[in-house]
T-cell receptor, first 113, second 113 residues
Framework: ETGVTQTPRHLVMGMTNKKSLKCEQHLGHNAMYWYKQSAKKPLELMFVYNFKEQTENNSVPSRFSPECPNSSHLFLHLHTLQPEDSALYLC????????????FGPGTRLTVL | GENVEQHPSTLSVQEGDSAVIKCTYSDSASNYFPWYKQELGKRPQLIIDIRSNVGEKKDQRIAVTLNKTAKHFSLHITETQPEDSAVYFCAAFVSGGYQKVTFGTGTKLQVIP
């Protein structure tokens, strides 16, 4: 356990559904990240939040919408996804400045039908 | 943007032998280089990291070397054991104020007993 939790662990949704992924950490970290992990592809950084402010958005389609209400919680809202969005979505957090180690959550395995 | 190349994509070694995985990066501003191990069905976990002001770092059977001039860094695992079998990812970070991170494509290491 790294102290980063994600729910749900598995999610199956249709292309017209709306769902949200949740990430939570109580490690005192100030930076939180969403990654997409697809088979045979590198981990893709999607969003970065630093002190609740979004600092990176790596050209992610608007059907993915992040939300960071506080430094302990991070959401990824999903709507009108495509089958190619099926992947493992990993959340990570990292300590305040000076430390860059990322602590990953267990991931949400998403299947879009 | 940053480009990280990782080789080989798969690696099989006999138990007790050494394994070496290499990564190259393109952005000279990258200053933090972690290595993550991901076992099947589990989250990535940091195994060793190195910063740009250091050339080599060792932790028991694991070592990482960094050549800033050539923009490459390598993971060395000595006396490999079956439990070392996993996918290993390198990454290159530009940190300071906000963080940009690019991961390599991963190396699947198999240690044959």
């Amino acid at each position: 356990e790294t102290g980063v939790t994600q729910t749900p662990r598995h999610l199956v949704m249709g292309m017209t559904n709306k769902k949200s992924l949740k990430c939570e950490q109580h490690l005192g970290h100030n930076a939180m990240y969403w990654y997409k992990q697809s088979a045979k592809k590198p981990l893709e950084l999607m969003f970065v939040y630093n002190f609740k402010e979004q600092t990176e958005n790596n050209s992610v389609p608007s059907r993915f919408s992040p939300e960071c209400p506080n430094s302990s919680h991070l959401f990824l809202h999903l709507h009108t996804l495509q089958p190619e969005d099926s992947a493992l979505y990993l959340c990570a957090s990292s300590p305040p400045s000076g430390g860059n180690e990322q602590f990953f959550g267990p991931g949400t395995r998403l299947t879009v039908l | 943007g940053e480009n990280v190349e990782q080789h080989p994509s798969t690696l099989s070694v006999q138990e007790g032998d050494s394994a070496v995985i290499k990564c190259t990066y393109s952005d000279s501003a990258s200053n933090y280089f972690p290595w993550y191990k991901q076992e099947l069905g589990k989250r990535p976990q940091l195994i060793i990291d190195i910063r740009s002001n250091v050339g080599e770092k060792k932790d028991q059977r694991i070592a990482v070397t960094l050549n800033k001039t050539a923009k490459h860094f390598s993971l060395h695992i000595t006396e490999t054991q079956p439990e070392d079998s996993a996918v290993y990812f390198c990454a290159a970070f530009v940190s300071g104020g906000y963080q940009k991170v690019t991961f390599g494509t991963g190396t699947k290491l198999q240690v044959i007993p």
